[in-house]
Every structure is written in structure tokens, then in C-alpha cells.
């Protein structure tokens, strides 16, 4: 089984200020792992993914992501953040073998303040 | 642009009216899905399309059955819906075989209302 978890419901930050939304995940194999964007009333934008290689991710939008397989976590981070950054926020893993489906997190509401 | 297409975005039905809601893409993905999201949840996954197989999750409804008639079309009928089946629901595509299913790409979503 693969399970991913997002453990803050919301995270406020002030514009300018760097940003980090959290994840972490479970699964029995080596991980593919996402992240996805949903601004209200809209489906999910991707915005980055890791297969292999590099740990630290870069991806849409001036976001990133770091792998860390020690601490089975993948947090998103941007440098500075915008206002335009405030949406839903959710991390997704599916297994890298075999065939499986992805499964989200409960995801992640980001507040950007002016 | 290559895109995923969601028909209509909005849906109004009765309680036990049957209701199909549909779905098109122009990126020709194999893998075709329909999730359910209620209000600031994850995505629940009912059931995927890949190329013309079907594949159900365990936990979902007979009530949600789908469609997928070609390529490019994939269809979610809800043959009685009920208050709880109020929701959005987003259908994505990706592509790949197997072992390599590349990211998926979200339609905007059909909200439906169930009244």
C-alpha cells in the first residue's frame, strides 16, 4: 500500500518570504512523487515530479522540491513567495514498478499575505 | 493547445436522475481517469481507462459507471445520483505503458449538483 501525508491544512506565509509545504510518504518500493496546484473552481495543474537522479527538483513557476529518502519526504519550497501563489497545494506518490495509480495527499491550502 | 475538455462545468440534476457527464482530450494519452473531489478533499480515483481496459476501484459505487468509446472521449454516468455524489469531478489523462506512466493532466472539472 502507498499512502501520502500532508500534515498542515494550511500554511500562511508573507509575500517575499520563502515557502515550504510538507509531505511525506510511504511506500513498499522506490517512489514517483508530485506535486499538483488547484486554484479554486479549477482541476490540478502538475507543477513538478521525481522519478530518479537529482534530489532537489525544479518545476513550474519558480517551485522545487526536495527528495529526501531517509525522511521518506518531498517538500515543495519556492525561494519568495507571490500572492498568486495561494491555492491548494497536493503531493501524490505512485510506486516506480509494476502499475499503480497515484494517490494524494489530503493537500495543503497555501496563504500568501500582501 | 493540447488539452483536456470537461463538458459542462457546471451540472444540475435531480435526486435519482440519471446524469452523464463527459470528457475530451486532444493530447492522445492511453490512460484515461475520473476522480471525485468534494469540497477542499484529495482526489478520490473511481475508475481508469487504460487504452480500452477498464479498471474500477475497489470502494467505488455501482452506481458511477463510465465509458470510453474511442481515444479521445470517456464518459461518467451516474445512473442514481444521490445528495452525496454532490461533488467535483475530474477527469485526467497520461500516457505511457506500465512501468512508465508520465504525470497526469487534469481537466477543469464538472461541479455537480445535486438537488
Known amino acids: 500500500a502507498q499512502s501520502v501525508a500532508q500534515p498542515e491544512d494550511q500554511v500562511n506565509v508573507a509575500e517575499g518570504n520563502p515557502l515550504t509545504v510538507k509531505c511525506t510518504y510511504s511506500?513498499?518500493?522506490?517512489?514517483?512523487l508530485f506535486w499538483y496546484v488547484q486554484y479554486p473552481n479549477r482541476g490540478l495543474q502538475f507543477l513538478l515530479k521525481y522519478i530518479t537522479g537529482d534530489n532537489l527538483v525544479k518545476g513550474s513557476y519558480g517551485f522545487e522540491a526536495e527528495f529526501n529518502k531517509s525522511q521518506t519526504s518531498f517538500h515543495l519550497k519556492k525561494p519568495s513567495a507571490l500572492v498568486s501563489d495561494s491555492a491548494l497545494y497536493f503531493c501524490?506518490?505512485?510506486?516506480?514498478?509494476?502499475?499503480?495509480?497515484?494517490?494524494f495527499g489530503k493537500g495543503t491550502m497555501l496563504l500568501v499575505s500582501p | 493547445d493540447a488539452m483536456v475538455i470537461q463538458n459542462p462545468r457546471y451540472q444540475v440534476t435531480q435526486f435519482g436522475k440519471p446524469v452523464t457527464l463527459s470528457c475530451s482530450q486532444t493530447?492522445?494519452?492511453?490512460?484515461m481517469y475520473w476522480y471525485q473531489q468534494k469540497s477542499s478533499q484529495a482526489p478520490k480515483l473511481l475508475f481508469h481507462?487504460?487504452?480500452?481496459?477498464?479498471?474500477n476501484e475497489a470502494d467505488t459505487p455501482d452506481n458511477f459507471q463510465s465509458r470510453r468509446p474511442n481515444t479521445s472521449f470517456c464518459f461518467l454516468d451516474i445512473r442514481s445520483p444521490g445528495l452525496g455524489d454532490a461533488a467535483m469531478y475530474l477527469c485526467?489523462?497520461?500516457?505511457?505503458?506500465?512501468?512508465?506512466?508520465?504525470?497526469?493532466?487534469f481537466g477543469p472539472g464538472t461541479r455537480l449538483t445535486v438537488l
Open positions: 511506500v513498499s518500493g522506490n517512489p514517483y
Open positions: 501524490a506518490v505512485r510506486l516506480d514498478s509494476g502499475y499503480s495509480t497515484l494517490t
Open positions: 493530447l492522445n494519452h492511453n490512460v
Open positions: 485526467a489523462t497520461s500516457s505511457g505503458n506500465g512501468r512508465a506512466l508520465n504525470e497526469q493532466f
Open positions: 481507462y487504460y487504452d480500452k481496459d477498464f479498471n
